[in-house]
């Protein structure tokens, strides 16, 4: 089976099994799994913050984050196409009754100069108080640039906001921006980061803070489910994604790329869009052929994609070799004779 709906249905290498068995481990309740120290550790140390706590989730890791910044009656504002915005269950309103304000972003996904300043609410007590801007690098596939950061940055601490930034693909970012982690979170105060996306690892996600906000993180995991036992089994995995899988996500953009390029003929342009692709995804919008459909054509050969509506995400990873994807280029011509 070939499944391009998404880079989180990985699954592990035996290298990766064998890092699992191996594991060293110890109740991380108690602060004991050395695997997990030594994870948290390296991140700290590697993305430049004093503090590194494993999560199960980014979503756990998101909604810590957050609720660590915000109290009750306070805001967050964030780009109106941000997973913390979309895709999280208005977590931070359902549990911690923290208002969600969004605001458009550009093109390339970023805040627009000066919205940050528009969204911050006066000092009224009509109002919710405006405390957290949440970023997101990558988004729906988008780097957003550095200066862009920078910028956004800049405006959100003249208004005396903290920065939460979802990093849950930044590996990617990093990648595509060639430059070190550091140069783009040190633009945030906390930063979150999947292991279970590009990075191949079956579960896992890290967040990352200064030291002030380490007792309140910690209680917030606790809340949203707390700290897990023996974990450093998942916790060796992640170690070994980090070691052995950040250098080769240029692959998954290159293939990406590739797989781009071979589609456009393809692609479906009455809407006005351009197929389009940003590091490991690619957004294809299929021509309609009469009395076919591609999704069904391409399960009955063993291949899963998303339901186009009208697009449809493809997603490179770490299991997709050069042979898959061209097996699904050829399958994908198949269906429109050619």
Same mark, same amino acid.
């Given at each position: ?12 290498? #035996? ?56 109290? =009750? ?81 800049? &405006? ?12 849950? =693909? ?43 906000? &380490? ?27 980090? #070691?052995?899988?950040? #250098? =080769? ?51 009955? =050969? ?31 011509? &198949?269906?429109?004779?050619?």
């Amino acid at each position: 089976m070939i499944d391009l709906r998404s880079d989180t249905v990985t699954k592990p290498s #035996k290298e990766m099994l064998q890092a699992m068995y191996d594991a060293e481990v110890g109740d991380d309740v108690y602060g004991e799994d050395p695997t997990i120290n030594k994870l948290e550790k390296e991140f700290s140390e590697l993305l430049g913050k004093d503090r590194a706590v494993f999560m199960t989730s980014g979503t756990q890791s998101n909604l810590s984050a957050i609720l660590s910044h915000c109290g =009750r009656g306070e805001e967050m504002i964030v780009g109106n196409v941000y997973h913390t915005a979309l895709d999280e269950a208005a977590g931070a309103s359902v549990l911690g009754g923290v208002a969600i304000s969004t605001i458009e972003v550009e093109d390339c996904l970023s805040i627009k100069q000066g919205s940050i300043k528009n969204a911050v609410k006066p000092d009224d007590p009509h109002y919710p108080i405006s405390k957290l801007l949440c970023l997101e690098n990558t988004s729906q596939g988008r780097v957003i640039p550095i200066e862009n950061l920078k910028r956004n940055h800049a &405006e959100a601490k003249e208004m005396d906001l903290s920065i939460h930034l979802d990093g849950a =693909r930044l590996f990617n970012a990093i990648e595509d921006l060639k430059c070190e982690p550091n140069d783009v979170v040190k633009y945030a105060d906390s930063v979150s980061i999947c292991f279970s996306k590009g990075l191949g690892a079956p579960a896992g996600s890290i967040l990352c803070f200064p030291e002030s906000m &380490e007792h309140k993180v910690r209680r917030q995991r606790k809340i949203l489910g707390g700290a897990l036992r023996q974990v450093g089994v998942l916790g060796a995995a992640c170690l070994y994604a980090v #070691k052995n899988n950040i #250098k =080769r996500l240029k692959e998954d953009h290159e293939r990406a790329s590739f797989l781009a390029n071979a589609l456009n003929p393809y692609h479906c342009k009455k809407n006005g869009k351009d197929l389009q692709n940003f590091t490991n995804m690619v957004f294809f919008e299929p021509i309609e052929k009469k009395g076919s459909d591609l999704l069904s054509f391409l399960k009955n =050969r063993g291949i899963i994609i998303s339901k186009p509506s009208p697009q449809t995400r493809l997603v490179m990873h770490l299991n997709i070799t050069d042979e898959i994807l061209n097996n699904f280029i050829k399958t994908v011509k &198949e269906f429109y004779g050619d």
